[in-house]
């Protein structure tokens, strides 16, 4: 079975601080895909970004990165010098080949609440 | 490129009665999903469709379904409401298998 945990249930910060939000997850699978993905409060699931298993290089998007570490399997994603708009949920998602039938699905960690104080 | 649209966006619907949810793919999408989220049990993954036919199913009881038409939207029936129900219905679309999902608005489904 998949899992993916997201320790961190709700976070605050203040405006310019730098932020990293855990994302630990379990998979047997050889070949999977880890995402993370923003919820405003309009609640639309806003694409971040995809990472496959086999690419554990790190991506800095503007002021977002994140961390793909396979031997703690981990995704951990980082905002640099956070602003009021980044307050969101953030989900952390794994997908795989779902070995009993054709086909994948998004099992998705807890969420983590990201307050951004000015 | 539109994105994924669902309509209706809010509905109140009591106990007992049946609802239909619709989504529409973004253009060139296939694969079309549905997930439900609850303060209580998160994102659950519902089912998914691909070119009309019933890909993959998560743990949900017979009272939800679904289906896709040949243009690729898709609906989701509940039908015999339960106060449970109540919950946000978030559909997805992706040009196919393991490539990226992207998520509507949701449809905000209320039973009272």
């Known amino acids: 079975a998949q899992k993916v945990t997201q320790a961190q249930t709700e976070i605050s910060v203040v405006e310019k601080e730098d932020v990293t939000l855990d994302c630990v997850y379990e998979?047997?699978?050889?070949?999977?895909?880890l995402f993370w993905y923003k919820q405003p409060p309009s609640g639309e699931l806003v694409f971040l970004i995809r990472?496959?298993?086999?690419?554990?290089q790190n991506e800095i998007s503007g002021r977002y990165s994140w961390n793909f570490q396979k031997s703690t399997s981990s995704f951990n994603f980082t905002i640099t010098a956070s602003q009021v708009v980044d307050s969101a949920v953030y989900f952390c998602?794994?997908?795989?080949?779902?070995?009993?039938?054709?086909?994948?699905?998004?099992?998705f960690g807890e969420g983590t609440q990201l307050t951004v104080n000015p | 490129k539109a994105g994924v649209t669902q309509t209706p966006r809010y509905l109140i619907k009591t106990r007992g009665q049946q609802v239909t949810l619709s989504c529409s793919p973004i253009?060139?999408?296939?694969?079309v999903s549905w997930y439900q989220q609850t303060p209580g049990q998160g994102l659950q993954f519902l089912f998914e469709?691909?070119?009309?036919?019933?890909?993959n199913k998560g743990n949900f009881p017979g009272r939800f379904s679904g289906r896709q038409f040949s243009n690729s939207r898709s609906e989701m029936n509940v039908s015999t409401l339960e106060l449970g129900d109540s919950a946000l219905y978030l559909c997805?679309?992706?040009?196919?298998?393991?490539?990226?999902?992207?998520f509507g608005p949701g449809t905000r489904l209320l039973v009272l």
């Open positions: 253009s060139g999408h296939r694969s």
């Open positions: 997805a679309s992706r040009t196919g298998e393991q490539e990226t999902q992207y």
């Open positions: 998979t047997r699978d050889t070949t999977y895909y």
């Open positions: 998602a794994l997908s795989g080949r779902f070995r009993e039938t054709s086909g994948s699905r998004l099992t």
């Open positions: 990472r496959n298993s086999f690419d554990e």
């Open positions: 469709y691909f070119s009309e036919t019933q890909r």
